[in-house]
Nanobody, 125 residues
């Protein structure tokens, strides 16, 4: 089991930046592949980005070049750096994890099985 707690959400203007953090406790953090999802009002939850156990990354086209995922295994934390934010990035952002996934691969969206409670990101135009 792992517990995930997101932080860093808030209100930012279009073009601004935010960094989200997801702190994990439970089993050894390095054994988890991690990801970020988001859900906007009235829409389904969508995959944003993922990072494998050894640091390989994958991004949704909508955020490629603007968002960056990273992990610090010593701090049991995964980060989402969001730059050049747009109004359509407004959503609740969720951290997710998969235990003992292939070390070099980023899990597919449906494979994540641990979830945080989410943090709200609002981008004002």
């Amino acid at each position: 089991q792992v517990q995930l707690v997101e932080s860093g959400g808030g209100l930012v203007q279009t073009g601004g930046s935010l960094r989200l953090s997801c702190a994990a406790n439970g089993r050894t953090f390095s054994t988890y592949a991690m990801g970020w999802f988001r859900q906007a009002p009235g829409k389904e939850r969508e995959f944003v980005t993922g990072i494998s156990r050894n640091g390989n990354t994958y991004y949704a086209d909508s955020v490629k070049g603007r968002f960056s995922i990273s992990r610090d295994n010593a701090k049991n934390t995964v980060y989402l750096q969001m730059n050049s934010l747009k109004a359509e990035d407004t959503a609740v952002y969720y951290c997710a994890a998969v235990y003992r996934y292939n070390a070099y691969s980023v899990p597919r969206a449906h494979e994540y099985d641990y979830w945080g409670q989410g943090t709200q990101v609002t981008v004002s135009s």
